[in-house]
């Protein structure tokens, strides 16, 4: 390229460091009328850039400078001011830049290199994982019962599955559609019933029993769920040997630990399509998760077609320079985007349901809403708001207003047709990390105060999402949502809180009387880097999860067994936000082998999980992920 960009941390404190941007212009031309654009996620000091004046929106910095003329072969240089922990990973740095050519007719750019990050402090500590031995039976989450018997079974070309359930149909579809990816196995329509689905009343939901001896195999359970999880582990069992493929003979007994076991997928930051959505879902059922909760709509995206509203994906699902909303995070000059349409959802639900998994849609509000109200700023924007905030995203127009009452309209429409679209019983809300400022300067949002006696404006915020708990319990559903739902008795104890400071947040609620689902940003939040090394991809401002920390991570260790706060703790999640994963490697690389330690957190008992046991496990497992293709972070290097 002609134009690079170096980029160097001049100076670091706790909570403040100085860097210096050079750009060189390497090309035969001089530059003039120029402005430079580069994504950067931290917020800089706009009264601290020098030789130029810099403009931010979200991620998307533009940076007007003080040289009129950049000569060729020569360079432009500034520094500027972040409040921010110090850098330690290449990821913090700039992802993306262009220049632009401000005087021509016809818009200019021109794309510029962004050499790594020149770090004044990255960590000098890494994480190592100790060498072990393989596992005979490699199945995660581990089993809360299994004897392994004497000798194996052989699938052979005349193996058939016999159903003596029709709530076994899917399961065994399912598990007919694995063998063949997995392993080019096709049971066949004739043969021996040697693989046997059969019912067992006496088993909870989603329990199960599988045995396996050397004259076949059976799996056990009450409901379509419970078949899942059997076929999913039998699945982990087949090992591929010269005769063929063998099943070792065991006897597995198992039940989950938790009843919702979940991971979140953001799907709203960058879009991802509906096949690497499919491709997780299915990768879930092998873990036994038995929920995913699908993130939507964010400030950067709108992904769901709502058709009483077509503005949302029109405009809200597409940014890029000449965008209404603008670039972000991953790409300065490129459109990025896309929408799920509503039979593409039913899709992704349908596929779900086979494998036993449960879709929650969040559609957030009343912050995180930029690509919402942008959409359709002719019924969200209050144009008298002279409100000043900054979102932690780095907006100042992202947040709805509860005395619009297009506000109620919209939230109507888009409700409406997402309580029909998806059985779930949650549909999650949001509601976290509404800025403070908002509302204070709206002569509207005044008002409505005044007339219901709030005393602070965040007030309102309650008052927003007390509709919509109403709205949705009439639509049948409960309403869910982050721990910031029910700050200052916001909402009603029949909204379900998904907490993600820290597990004693969580416990806080649950004393108040809200179920929870524990999430805790430091162990389950797979955005995280997962070593100390300045190379590794992600974010930091949880700290570092490496697997060990992600794998210790033990739910409710401080409370006791027979504490009834356990009663309401309905289960745990892990969450990829996606504001720097935008490709199928990436994805994969974040979340594995993590996923798998964290399912074991929500599944396996606490007495039988341990560390040691769990590595020479994944040792064995490591191949079935190669089998997928799926690009996991290799644990032992």
Not at 269 to 285: K, T, Y
Not at 321 to 344: C, L, M, N, R, W
Not at 425 to 450: R, T, Y
Not at 539 to 568: F, N, Q, S
Request: charged share 20%; hydrophobic share 40%.
């Amino acid at each position: 390229m002609n134009y690079r960009i170096d980029f160097a941390v001049l100076s670091e404190q706790k909570n403040d460091c100085r860097f210096g941007l050079t750009l060189h212009n390497l090309s035969e031309q001089d530059l003039a009328d120029w402005s430079l654009h580069f994504i950067m996620d931290r917020f800089i000091q706009p009264d601290s850039v020098s030789n130029g004046e810099l403009h931010q929106v979200g991620s998307f910095c533009s940076l007007t400078p003080k040289q009129a003329v950049l000569p060729a072969n020569g360079h432009y240089y500034c520094e500027f001011r972040i409040k921010t922990a110090p850098f330690r990973f290449y990821s913090d740095g700039i992802k993306e830049a262009f220049v632009q050519l401000n005087h021509a007719e016809a818009t200019v750019r021109y794309d510029v290199a962004v050499t790594p990050i020149v770090l004044a402090s990255p960590y000098q500590e890494r994480s190592e994982i100790p060498q072990t031995l393989q596992a005979e039976l490699c199945l995660i989450p581990k089993p809360n019962r299994i004897e392994r018997l004497s000798g194996s079974y052989l699938l052979a070309t005349t193996s058939q599955i016999t159903l003596q359930s029709t709530q076994a149909e899917q399961a065994a579809m399912w598990l007919q559609q694995e063998l063949k990816s997995l392993y080019e196995f096709e049971p066949q329509p004739i043969g021996n019933a040697d693989i046997v689905y059969q019912i067992n009343p006496i088993l909870d939901e989603e329990h199960y029993q599988l045995t396996v001896t050397s004259h076949g195999v059976l799996l056990e359970a009450s409901s379509h769920v419970g078949f899942v999880h059997a076929s999913a582990t039998l699945l982990q069992l087949v090992q591929r040997t010269q005769s063929g493929l063998i099943i070792p003979c065991v006897k597995v007994t198992d039940a989950p630990r938790f009843k919702y076991r979940g991971m979140m997928l953001d799907c709203a930051r960058h879009f991802h399509p509906v096949e690497r959505v499919e491709r997780l879902i299915n990768q879930l059922a092998h873990y036994k998760f038995n929920t995913f909760h699908w993130h939507l709509t964010d400030d950067e995206g709108w992904r769901i077609e709502i058709k009483s509203l077509p503005q949302l994906t029109n405009i809200g699902a597409w940014r890029g320079v000449d965008k209404e909303i603008g670039p972000q995070f991953s790409t300065a000059a490129d459109q990025h985007g896309g929408y799920y349409t509503q039979e593409e959802i039913k899709r992704v639900i349908a596929f779900a349901q086979v494998r036993g998994i449960t879709v929650i849609p969040e559609i957030d509000i009343p912050g995180h809403c930029r690509a919402a109200i942008r959409s359709l700023s002719e019924w969200l924007l209050d144009t008298e708001d002279r409100s000043e905030y900054r979102s932690i995203q780095n907006y100042n127009d992202n947040v709805l207003s509860p005395a619009l009452p297009a506000t109620y309209r919209f939230l109507d429409l888009v409700l409406e047709e997402v309580a029909e679209l998806f059985p779930s019983q949650f549909i999650h809300i949001g509601a976290d990390e509404v800025p403070d400022g908002v509302w204070i300067n709206s002569p509207k949002c005044q008002a409505l105060m005044d007339e219901h006696g709030y005393q602070d404006a965040k007030e309102l915020q309650g008052h927003l999402l007390r509709y919509v708990e109403k709205k949705l319990r009439s639509l049948g559903k409960r309403m869910v949502g982050w721990e910031e739902a029910q700050h200052g008795n916001k909402v009603s104890k029949d909204t379900v809180i998904y907490s993600w400071l820290s597990e004693q947040a969580a416990l806080d609620c649950a004393k108040q009387g809200f179920d929870v689902i524990l999430q805790p940003g430091q162990y389950t939040y797979l955005d995280i880097v997962q070593d100390y090394a300045p190379e590794e991809p992600g974010v930091a401002w949880a700290g570092v999860t490496p697997l060990e920390r992600a794998y210790g991570y033990e739910p409710l260790a401080e409370v006791p067994a027979d504490h009834p706060i356990r009663k309401r703790i309905l289960g745990m999640q892990s969450a990829l936000w996606c504001e720097l994963i935008n490709d199928q490697s990436r994805m994969d690389y974040m979340l594995y082998p993590r996923l798998t330690a964290l399912a074991e957190a929500g599944w396996t008992q606490s007495a039988l999980r341990d560390w040691t046991d769990y590595l020479a496990r994944l040792k064995g497992h490591l191949p079935l992920l190669d089998k997928q293709g799926i690009h996991y972070r290799a644990p032992w290097k």
